[in-house]
């Protein structure tokens, strides 16, 4: 499964200010509900909640990835957003995050979560890639630079 065929326009939120990771969650979570990939938005939130308390997503390179596969999810589906000035997402190395993507994944679903993560990832270490989306100052232009790579 591709990346482009998980995250749709309205998936997508540049340049926010979030002032902690629970208001990185609610907003990310409020994303994936706007464009149809949930069943129960509680409790997806609970999921991604519970998927944080094992561990952060926080990746380093100010890259975040929270996760979850559960019954939640109605179908898989990806969301994204920017936060230029960072915001703490309790990454281990210490440095604040600003570049994130959410994965919704159905538990009865193959492991779609760990595919899209694998080429999120691959895709996000390359840190003039990342540096772009950061920078990219319209939806399209965002999705272009994922279409591209």
């Not at 957003?81 to 570049?99: A, E, F, K, R």
């Amino acid at each position: 499964m591709k990346i482009k065929d998980l995250l749709k326009k309205e998936g997508i939120k540049l340049g926010l200010s979030p002032a902690n990771k629970a208001e990185v969650i609610d907003i990310m979570v409020d994303l994936h509900d706007k464009v149809g990939n949930l069943n129960d938005k509680a409790g997806y939130k609970k999921a991604i909640e519970a998927r944080e308390a094992q561990g952060s997503t926080a990746v380093g390179m100010g890259i975040a990835v929270p996760h979850a596969k559960t019954d939640a999810a109605k179908q898989p589906g990806l969301v994204a957003m920017t936060v230029p000035g960072g915001v703490d997402y309790g990454c281990i190395d210490g440095t604040d995050s600003n570049l994130f993507f959410m994965i919704a994944a159905p538990a009865g679903a193959a492991d779609t979560h760990l595919e899209v993560l694998a080429n999120l990832m691959t895709m996000l270490m390359d840190a003039d890639f990342s540096q772009s989306l950061l920078a990219a100052k319209t939806v399209d232009e965002f999705l272009g630079l994922i279409d591209d790579k």
